[in-house]
Nanobody, 118 residues
Framework: QVQLVESGGGLVQAGGSLRLSCAAS????????MGWFRQAPGKEREFVAG????????YYADSVKGRFTISRDNAKNTLYLQMNSLKPEDTAVYYC???????????WGQGTQVTVSS
């Protein structure tokens, strides 16, 4: 059973920073790609950033490129999202996700709220 637990969300002023963490259970963390998604009120869930299982390649939505950094520590079974220069439009519930054998994101955390005030 895969469990993903996010932490690090909160309230921050525009221009500020937050670092999200996602702790994963199990011994296979390093074998799968990981990602961060977010869902704002009244909107669909959207992709934010992804990282290959080795950490050697990363991918970002255009809206966060240059401001957010995804990383992982396979020894600690932990995924991170460093968010800088936050904007009010970054307000959302942020979810970490892990791919399955098919390559699709099959496993999801419960989410952590990020609120950016103007």
């Amino acid at each position: 059973q895969v469990q993903l637990v996010e932490s690090g969300g909160g309230l921050v002023q525009a221009g500020g920073s937050l670092r999200l963490s996602c702790a994963a259970s199990g011994r296979t963390f390093s074998a799968f790609d990981m990602g961060w998604f977010r869902q704002a009120p009244g909107k669909e869930r959207e992709f934010v950033a992804g990282i290959r299982r080795s950490g050697g390649a990363t991918y970002y939505a255009d809206s966060v490129k240059g401001r957010f950094t995804i990383s992982r520590d396979n020894a600690k079974n932990t995924l991170y999202l460093q968010m800088n220069s936050l904007k009010p439009e970054d307000t959302a519930v942020y979810y970490c996700a892990r791919t399955g054998i098919s390559g699709a994101y099959d496993y999801w955390g419960q989410g952590t709220q990020v609120t950016v005030s103007s």
